[in-house]
């Protein structure tokens, strides 16, 4: 068990839809990233925060946002949504970014599904 | 050409063989590299971490980074039926925490 929890674990909706997932970093873990993985991309970036603040932007569709809460909770918002937005969303949690190392521990996963 | 190229093929071996995975990488300034172990159904979570060129070890493990060639591998001696996961190849630059990841190799170690 990593130490960072993420609700839902599965999600079912329909196109068009918005859902919301949510992540509860580790203790004392100050910033947060968001992936995205299918089997076609593999895992990839979408966003990170850090203490509340947007740090770094990936390959993250203008129909995502992410925001990042002062108990150091995230939760990633998804409108809009596509078939092709089916994947797993993991979310990790680092101590603070760009220390050496900086290991990123990852969630179980949401797995959405859009019919 | 992707940053991060890692054929996806699945591998199934002896158990007690080694295991050989490997990833290539084209942005020059990823100075960090890991691999992470993805088990089905679950997160990934690190297994090896180098910084720069070398060899480090830890256990049945041995990361490889060769900056030169841009090229980096895993090895896992006296293979488990435990290490059937998927092997993700990852990597960042020195300025910010964004990982960079292969699609993985799916192991399976058979008994």
């Known amino acids: 068990d990593s130490g960072v929890t993420q609700t839902p674990k599965h999600l079912i909706t329909a196109t068009g839809q918005r859902v919301t997932l949510r992540c509860s970093p580790r203790?004392?873990?100050?910033?947060v990233y968001w992936y995205q993985q299918s089997l076609d991309q593999g895992l990839q970036f979408l966003i990170q925060?850090?203490?509340?603040?947007?740090?770094a932007k990936g390959n993250i569709l203008e129909r995502f946002s992410a925001q990042q809460f002062p108990d150091l909770h995230s939760e990633l918002n998804l409108s809009s949504l596509e078939l092709g937005d089916s994947a797993l969303y993991f979310c990790a949690s680092s101590v603070v970014p760009g220390g050496t190392p900086d290991t990123q521990y990852f969630g179980p996963g949401t797995r959405l599904t859009v019919l | 050409q992707k940053e991060v190229e890692q054929d996806p093929g699945p591998l199934s071996v002896p158990e007690g063989a080694i295991v050989s995975l490997n990833c290539t990488y084209s942005n020059s300034a990823f100075q960090y590299f890991m691999w992470y172990r993805q088990y089905s159904r679950k997160g990934p979570e690190l297994l090896m971490y180098?910084?720069?060129?070398g060899n480090k070890e830890d256990g049945r493990f041995t990361a490889q980074v060769d900056k030169s060639s841009k090229y980096i591998s895993l090895f896992i001696r006296d293979s488990q039926p435990s290490d059937s996961a998927t092997y993700l190849c990852a990597m960042r630059t020195g300025g910010n925490n964004r990982l960079a990841f292969g699609k993985g190799n799916q192991v399976v170690v058979i008994p």
């Open positions: 925060y850090y203490n509340g603040e947007e740090r």
């Open positions: 203790s004392g873990d100050l910033s």
């Open positions: 180098t910084y720069s060129s």
